[in-house]
């Protein structure tokens, strides 16, 4: 007899999912991906100055605010009919670049790492590394708590999953743990290059339409570049070679998590100010085989989802009116779709199209981990493999913005000036590090009449549209192996694969509409 799991909310991710799963002979059989969160920024955004949109679109998410403000003013680009300049076109890429870095490194170790990490393995640490041993006295203290029966809350450590589901071997668990403290490090020097251009972070103030904000000052340059030599030294030597570890420690994991075999990529880091050529290239796979890609194929389906919009909208044309209550729905995710079939999105994605797009650096990075592995190019369509393209594409991005840094001319123009026209519409398409990101804008009377934001999250965490096709995450969980139905690793091991963030993906009530009335007690 089947029997059904609920992990609500899944931990160590941005946002709250709800996964469902029913599990019948100790696999899988039938999986549900539901965004419990209502909240959003397109109505916020209607009436205002088209202006205002990269700076309220960047509060939609604290983890990758660089890539909405990217989006954004790619969006308002394309709606005033201007580009920005070299100086301006680098820029953006550095502050986006180095915001990729920060979240990859964030997603492996401090969200997904404890996945695999036998955090009680610190307790046979012996050195004098003081934050261990701050780490190992706290998580003894838990092992004390639990092993009384009092209730144990010393996040993100304890408590866990408890299983032979973690790294047997007591040195490699304490070396892992030691690069989990020490890629906090590094996440505060990824956040440090961001802020060099962009002022602050989160919410940067270094991007508008038409490039930058500020001049690439020779200072500027050498403090950005100084900061991003130590994260190259710690992601070729440290980042890089730990997931290698784990695809080799946990082989199984390279046979699940398997999707579609679908994947979408918008390209990112423009090489050319018109956008016409990308570092990462834009292109669809539909079964390993791939397309070219076309904006036109996207359209965003409801039938699942908690909105009784129209449904097979395409994104500018898009409506969010919610209906809480609506028979048949389980999530405030809408459903896109490319060509009428799911798509996965994100670093497996991006990777996917630029190795069959034959992309030198790409190529190279991937096929020395698959020759240590053992395997090819399918293997990013797995849990482990999710994990793998994420660290071969922020060592290569890390690589190419040393080339980009020193391409800066501080004598040259930054920003290309612009007029708000009355009437106009947008899009701008990019890649968040979790995946594609477009917005959507439609401007009348010189203010926002309508704006759209498709994210990653909502490609990969969607539910099923109205021909019943699964979202990628729900499809991936099919055939999960689950020893123990209260210790279901294996299911979020696969979703946190993905590195949903749910903020980017839910949308909001429309003004003066009340969605439902809930009593507290």
């Excluded at 060592?395 to 000036?417: M, R």
Aim: with cysteine.
């Amino acid at each position: 007899m089947a029997k059904k799991i609920v992990i609500d909310p899944i931990t160590r991710i941005e946002g709250h999912l709800k996964i469902e799963v029913e599990v019948k002979g100790g696999k899988v059989v039938d999986a549900w991906s539901a965004g419990e969160m209502f909240r959003g920024f397109e109505r916020i955004l209607i009436g205002r100055n088209p202006v205002d949109a990269q700076h309220i679109t960047q509060r939609i998410c604290g983890v990758c605010p660089a890539s909405h403000a990217q989006a954004s003013t790619l969006n308002l680009d394309s709606a005033f009919g201007i580009h920005p300049p070299k100086n301006g076109m680098l820029i953006r890429n550095l502050m986006l670049g180095a915001n990729f870095i920060q979240s990859h490194i964030l997603h492996f170790y401090h969200l997904a790492a404890l996945d695999y990490v036998d955090i009680t393995a610190i307790a046979q640490y012996k050195g004098a590394d003081k934050n261990l041993q701050r780490v190992r006295d706290w998580v003894l203290n838990g092992l004390e708590q639990q092993k009384a029966g009092e209730p144990v809350a010393i996040g993100p450590f304890l408590p866990r999953y408890e299983g032979d589901y973690y790294i047997k071997d007591t040195a490699i668990n304490i070396e892992l743990i030691a690069h989990y403290l020490k890629a906090l490090d590094m996440r505060m020097k990824a956040h440090e290059m961001l802020t060099v251009f962009g002022g602050k972070m989160p919410h940067e103030i270094g991007i508008m339409p038409g490039g930058a904000t500020q001049k690439p000052t020779v200072d500027k340059i050498v403090h950005y570049r100084m900061r991003l030599v130590e994260l190259i030294d710690f992601i070729d030597n440290v980042y890089v070679p730990d997931v290698v570890l784990l695809g080799k420690a946990f082989v199984q994991c390279t046979k699940t998590g398997v999707g579609y075999g679908n994947y979408l990529a918008y390209g990112v880091f423009e090489e050319k100010e018109d956008g016409s050529k990308k570092f990462l290239p834009a292109g669809a796979v539909k079964n390993w085989k791939l397309e070219e890609f076309d904006h036109n194929k996207i359209a965003e389906y409801v039938e699942r989802s908690r909105y009784s919009s129209k449904s097979g909208l395409y994104p500018q044309d898009g409506e969010t009116i919610p209906d809480p209550d609506k028979k048949g729905a389980y999530s405030w995710l809408k459903a896109p779709r490319y060509d009428g079939v799911p798509m996965e999105v994100g670093p497996a994605a991006r990777m996917v199209v630029a190795y069959l797009k034959g992309h030198p650096e790409v190529k190279k990075e991937l096929d020395a981990a698959f020759k240590e592995l053992g395997a090819d190019l399918k293997v990013l369509n797995s849990t482990v493999g999710r994990h793998l393209a994420r660290a071969i594409e922020c060592k290569v991005v890390a690589h190419k913005l040393l080339d980009y840094v020193i391409q800066l001319d501080p004598d040259k123009p930054f920003h290309t000036p612009f007029e708000i026209p009355e009437e106009s519409k947008g899009m701008g398409l990019t890649e968040a590090p979790r995946g594609a990101l477009g917005h959507w804008i439609v401007i009348k009377g010189g203010k926002i009449a309508n704006y759209q934001a498709v994210v990653p999250t909502t490609w990969n965490a969607c539910p099923r549209d109205g021909k019943g096709q699964m979202g990628p995450i729900e499809k991936a969980l099919m055939g999960a192996p689950v020893d123990d139905p209260k210790n279901p690793i294996e299911p979020a091991r696969i979703v946190r694969s993905f590195d949903p963030c749910i903020a980017c993906a839910v949308h909001i009530v429309e003004a003066g509409r009340e969605v439902t009335a809930v009593k507290i007690v």
